[in-house]
């Protein structure tokens, strides 16, 4: 596997991650109860907006340069996995399912009410960074 082709396969694949999670925990960024500490911190309306789209910027980031290291991690597990799971390499597939599993479950042991988003969001990261990214890569 070429390391130009598993390097922007990953950051492809986090910036789509990015993107549409973006559309999942985007409408909590405006709607936050002005009783939030964070809120309190910035009372007048523009200045929240402004902090709101920091956030949603460096969520963005954050999701591509995840997806660099993952495609990183990919062209080093890839050498001599196999296909499987609809995936050209099962045991990376596997493992970003497991991660995610794991990272959604402890989001929603943390934080109850949000379930709905947190298990969109973790179908989103696994199918981007589990499936797209190895099929990215290998084309």
């Known amino acids: 596997m070429e390391t130009v082709a598993a390097l922007f396969s990953g950051f492809v694949a ?6 549409l999670g973006l559309g999942i ?6 709607s936050v109860p002005t009783t939030n500490w964070l809120r309190r911190q910035f009372p007048d309306p523009s200045n929240w907006v402004m902090v709101s789209l920091g956030a949603a910027l460096v969520a963005q980031a954050g999701c591509a340069v995840l997806g660099l290291l993952l495609g990183v991690v990919l062209l080093n597990v890839a050498d001599g996995g196999e296909s499987g799971l609809g995936s050209p390499s099962w045991q990376f597939t596997l493992a970003v399912i497991i991660c995610v599993a794991v990272l959604v479950v402890g989001a929603i042991s943390w934080q109850i009410w949000l379930w ?3 298990v969109l969001a973790g179908l989103l990261a696994a199918g981007c960074y589990g499936w797209m990214l ?3 890569a290998a084309s």
């Open 116 to 118: 709905r988003r947190f």
């Open 14 to 19: 986090g910036a789509a991650v990015g993107v």
């Open 134 to 136: 190895p099929h990215l």
């Open 25 to 30: 925990f985007g409408p909590l960024l405006v």
